[in-house]
């Protein structure tokens, strides 16, 4: 009887519990801010890079009806910018999600995207797509270093971007001027830095 | 302006008028209540859950999504993987899939620590070696605030759970950390770190029913401060029932707790930040134990105890961000706990106060440096059993470190020294020093190195500490006791730890992590057998049979750990761990201990293995299921066991999700730790169903 009766009463707390926070459910403005899981946002990110760069009317996919997004097939948040991206129109293009296999290389991508933990390959790749119209999106610190062109980070859980316009500019794509005000900082490039 | 996400669940896709601030009159709340209650009556389940959960993202502005606050765990993981120690995280996604419902139950997964359940509400949990109820040489902390008992020497698991759904991360550290985390991190240090009150937004209510834990339910609710910051407040409550004993009776050890808390954390400026938190909790455990129960006439039985305990704390902690390079913390904690059945009974306060600098100094050094005071006073009272003397006592530590991470080849070599002296009221001052290497020959590959000193500080329970074993008759039917005596005098246990780790991705489908280690302690404890003498206290007239604590036993512990990580496929993760033990004890010359060493050397499993899977099935299913092989513990007779625990989780959209679990299924009724360092009497693991219920809102 003892272990019932305190059953009902931790019942009747919980309930009453209940309907406090239902009632602070009502006070709160309706659309409090949650936040977001942070590769859905830089899926969109990526999304909106797509249309803000102009890429060379010779490079290899510029007449396909498929714009190819690439990314390595052991990024750990493929499936978050996958579910984001994938299908998505940019223009008369459609937006497909293209997974790499470690060797293969990105020539055919119009942009590529690489997470933090990247390391040798991250070298190589760029040293790879360098002058290729190939638009390398990264998060390692040392991405536009190494001749990456746009770097994603955080600031106090924001998404910034940093641009490297000489990488850019080897590359010969255009960068439109709204993502270059929009941007956290950018850099004219070590350009000998990332070639040899 | 929209601010995207603003709203979780589909049903406010098709509002978006509702979803700006300045549209949100009551009747918009009124419109999303009933929305809220009509998908709790009919949950409706896109047939895509992962691209259906959210409003378009992509239709949103670079601008609004540069004011999107995301949640990012990575950051954090990345940084703990490159640490140079035996490191393992729990993440709240690993929580989730695991299916337990406490700490203890989650740290299995954790290859190299040796967690072993003892009855309804008491664990015993250690890494490498030295496992008991209170495990004397691993430290545990909850967002920086010791849970180490300076009582009892150890963790009492049933009273500092946090509910696991608030919990963003697990840490564990296992070997020692002393000069970074302090005195009695010896073996081991477990970080309990509770998710951000911005990321715990909105509404979130569990409930979960089973036949052990026959009842459990979560409430939280988290909101915002007035453009300062973001708070939540949770309160849970639960109930397990007993198991039986090894005879089969009734082991009268249910137990139940109720806790709520709460944690702010506000932005003062751009530059500082505050975190202030607290929780109180309040409750009883059944168990049975073998004590006096009289001394004139002596009689000793094994009697079912009532453990009733509560308590509260408050934790602030101030960060200052000086510039990139240079930060500080400022943090103070006030912790109090009062405990007491009918063999003891203590209260403890304990106030805390800690100042660490984070400080890049030129481009090579990475330095920390701190500096805190500790005062705990506590209140005992006597019982038949376990009397304190002195009752009452007052306890002061002083500590200081610094630790200095050196680049000696960027990127490639680091050298790291760390330093900590602290003063204590037993043993004075220590000095705990630790060297750590870490070689990075790439980033797939890494090795480390280290060699380290740490201390088991005295507690109340070696230095003031009577224990009334039993009562029997003696000689010329006199009351006779066998009692247990601290040393005033007793040492610091001392350690001196050798570690080699390997960490291997060759691609990120498959991560290896292996440590060995060899560790030699010395000034162990002992028993130590005293003559017997007449007394007039407690009785009138007694005979005394004692025997004392010394620090009469020195040893060495060799290990192996090894764990991998393998994504099988994009959908499946197998996870198979494994670790070898071995300790061996000595007596110093002079020493007659009679009961420490083979109790200590045979109370952890030489051979334990585990093998996790996790799949994610169609239809935001996901299954998951562990094995744990852990060998006999031959000096308390418990035999080797298989224990299989899965969990089958149905995610509908995000803010539903419904989980049903079943544990130690291929074998019912089993032990899985007895004494010699455990007070109470020892249960039987039974097999067990639950089902647990969760929505966010």
């Known amino acids: ?196 | 302006m929209i601010q995207p996400r603003s709203c979780r669940g589909g049903v406010f896709l098709r509002l978006p008028g509702y979803c700006s601030a300045t549209l949100s009159g009551p009747g918009a709340r009124c419109a999303i209540m009933l929305a809220g209650l009509a998908m709790i009556a009919f949950p409706a389940v896109p047939a895509h859950p992962q691209q259906n959960s959210g409003p378009d993202l992509t239709q949103s502005s670079l601008e609004d999504l540069m004011n999107i606050r995301v949640t990012s765990v990575s950051k954090k993981e990345q940084k703990t993987s490159q640490a140079p120690g035996a490191i393992f995280v729990i993440s709240q996604d690993d929580i989730r899939r695991s299916g337990a419902l406490n700490i203890p139950d989650l740290l299995r997964m954790v290859p190299g620590l040796d967690v072993a359940q003892i009855d309804a509400g008491k664990w015993a949990v250690s890494a490498r070696g030295f496992n008991g109820q209170y495990s004397n040489k691993l430290l545990v902390l909850v967002d920086g605030r010791t849970v180490y008992t300076p009582i009892f020497a150890g963790v009492f698991w049933d009273s500092q759970i946090v509910p696991l759904d608030t919990i963003e991360r697990i840490e564990v550290i296992r070997g020692p950390g002393a000069a970074v985390w302090g005195s009695n991190a010896v073996n081991g240090v477990i970080n309990i770190i509770t998710q951000k009150p911005g990321d715990t937004q909105g509404g979130y209510l569990s409930a979960g029913i089973g036949n052990i834990s026959t009842g459990s339910e979560t409430v939280r609710y988290g909101g915002k401060l007035r453009g300062l910051g973001a708070y939540r407040v949770y309160a849970e409550g639960f109930h397990y029932d007993s198991l039986p004993t090894l005879e089969g009776l009734d082991g009268k050890d249910d137990w139940r707790l109720v806790h709520g808390g709460f944690r702010a954390d506000s932005e003062l400026s751009a530059k500082d930040s505050v975190t202030t938190e607290g929780e109180t909790y309040q409750g009883d455990a059944g168990e049975m134990a073998t004590t006096p129960v009289s001394i004139t006439p002596p009689e000793t039985e094994t009697v079912a105890l009532h453990d009733v305990y509560s308590g509260w704390n408050l934790l602030s902690r101030w960060s200052r961000t000086i510039s990139p390079r240079s930060q500080t913390s400022l943090q103070v904690f006030f912790d109090r706990t009062n405990r007491r059945d009918t063999t003891y009974a203590l209260g403890v306060n304990t106030f805390d106060i800690d100042f660490q600098h984070h400080v890049a100094l030129g481009p090579r050094q990475d330095v920390v440096w701190g500096v805190g005071y500790r005062v705990s006073s506590d209140d005992t009272s006597p019982t038949l059993r376990i009397v304190f003397a002195p009752q009452d006592r007052n306890l002061h530590l002083f500590s200081s470190f610094v630790q200095d991470e050196i680049a000696l080849r960027p990127d490639r070599l680091k050298l790291s020294l760390g330093a900590r002296v602290e003063h204590n009221d037993y043993t004075g001052i220590g000095f705990q020093p630790s060297v750590r290497m870490v070689w990075t020959p790439d980033v797939r590959n890494m090795v480390w190195g280290a060699i380290s000193s740490a201390d088991r500080t005295p507690s109340r329970s070696d230095t003031d500490i009577r224990v009334n074993y039993a009562a029997l008759p003696g000689p010329g039917n006199m009351p006779m006791l066998v009692s247990l005596f601290g040393d005033p005098n007793f040492k610091n246990e001392r350690l001196t730890a050798f570690e080699i780790g390997y960490r291997n991705a060759w691609t990120r489908k498959l991560s290896v992590d292996s440590t060995i280690f060899y560790n030699r302690y010395r000034d162990l404890v002992s028993v130590e057998p005293g003559a017997a003498r007449i007394e007039t206290d407690p009785a009138s007239l007694n005979l005394l049979v004692p025997s004392y604590f010394r620090n009469g036993l020195h040893g060495e512990t060799h290990g192996l750990e090894l764990f991998a990580n393998w994504k099988v496929a994009t959908f499946w993760t197998l996870s198979p761990g494994y670790a070898f033990f071995s300790l061996h004890l000595h007596p110093f010359a002079g020493s007659q201990d009679f009961t420490d060493a083979a109790g200590t050397e045979g109370s952890t499993p030489d051979h334990q293995a585990q093998l996790r899977s996790s799949v994610n099935l169609a239809r935001g299913l996901q299954w998951n299921a562990s094995t744990y092989f852990v060998n006999r513990l031959p000096a308390v007779s418990i035999p080797s066991y298989t224990r299989v625990d899965t969990s089958l989780i149905w995610n509908a959209g995000e803010r539903f999700s419904l989980s049903v679990i079943g544990q130690n299924l291929t074998k019912s009724l089993h032990p899985e730790y007895a004494g010699p360092n455990a007070t109470v009497q020892t249960d039987l693991m039974r097999r067990s169903a639950y089902a647990k219920f969760t929505w966010s809102f």
């Open chain 1, 1 to 196: 009887m003892e272990a019932v009766r305190r059953a009902l009463n931790l019942a009747q707390a919980l309930i009453l519990l209940t309907v406090v926070v239902l009632a602070l459910d009502l006070l709160k403005p309706a659309c409090a801010q949650t936040a977001t899981d942070e590769y859905k946002v830089k899926a969109a990110f990526l999304f909106h890079f797509a249309q803000l760069v102009d890429w060379p009317s010779d490079a290899s996919n510029s007449g396909d009806q498929s714009f190819n997004l690439c990314i390595f097939d052991d990024e750990p948040h493929l499936q978050e910018l996958q579910s984001i991206l994938e299908g998505k129109r940019i223009g008369t293009q459609v937006v497909h999600v293209r997974l790499l296999h470690q060797a293969q290389l990105a020539q055919r991508c119009s942009i590529l995207f690489m997470g933090r933990d990247e390391g040798r390959r991250q070298v190589a790749v760029l040293r790879n797509l360098r002058g290729q119209p190939v638009l390398t999106v990264g998060e390692s610190d040392d991405f536009l270093s190494e001749g990456g062109i746009i770097r994603l980070h955080l600031e106090h859980d924001k998404i910034r971007f940093d641009i490297n316009v000489g990488a850019a500019d080897s590359s010969h794509l255009k960068i439109s001027s709204r993502l270059l005000l929009l941007a956290k900082s950018v850099t004219l490039g070590d350009q000998a830095k990332g070639g040899q």
